[in-house]
């Protein structure tokens, strides 16, 4: 059994930031890749930035240059901070990790979700 928990979103004024964090625990041989993506009522989850096991990221055009994604190995921790926020930045913001067990079998995984909300 493998959880992610989030944490980090909260309310906070435009141009503001954040740093949310996901830590996954259980029992597994390591994590592939690892993202963060975000959900507003009546819209599909979008994927907001990816980061692989070596250090690779992406992420999507409307947060370049204010989000950043980072990772502790180590620790098993995904990080997005989040710089110069807008009103429309306000979503549920999600962890996904793509987890190898042992035996090689790989398994995405959701975290329940964190709320992110950028007022004027």
């Known amino acids: 059994q493998v959880q992610l928990v989030e944490s980090g979103g909260g309310l906070v004024q435009a141009g503001g930031s954040l740093r949310l964090s996901c830590v996954a625990s259980?029992?597994?041989?390591?994590?592939?890749?690892m993202g963060w993506y975000r959900q507003v009522p009546g819209k599909q989850r979008e994927l907001v930035a990816s980061i692989t096991s070596g250090g690779s990221t992406n992420c999507v055009d409307s947060v370049k240059g204010r989000f950043t994604i980072s990772r502790d190995n180590a620790k098993n921790t995904v990080y997005l901070t989040m710089n110069s926020l807008k009103p429309e930045d306000t979503a549920v913001y999600y962890c996904q990790a793509d987890v190898r067990h042992w035996g090689g079998a790989v398994y995405g995984y959701w975290g329940q979700g964190t709320q992110v909300t950028v007022s004027l």
């Open positions: 259980g029992t597994f041989l390591n994590i592939d890749e």
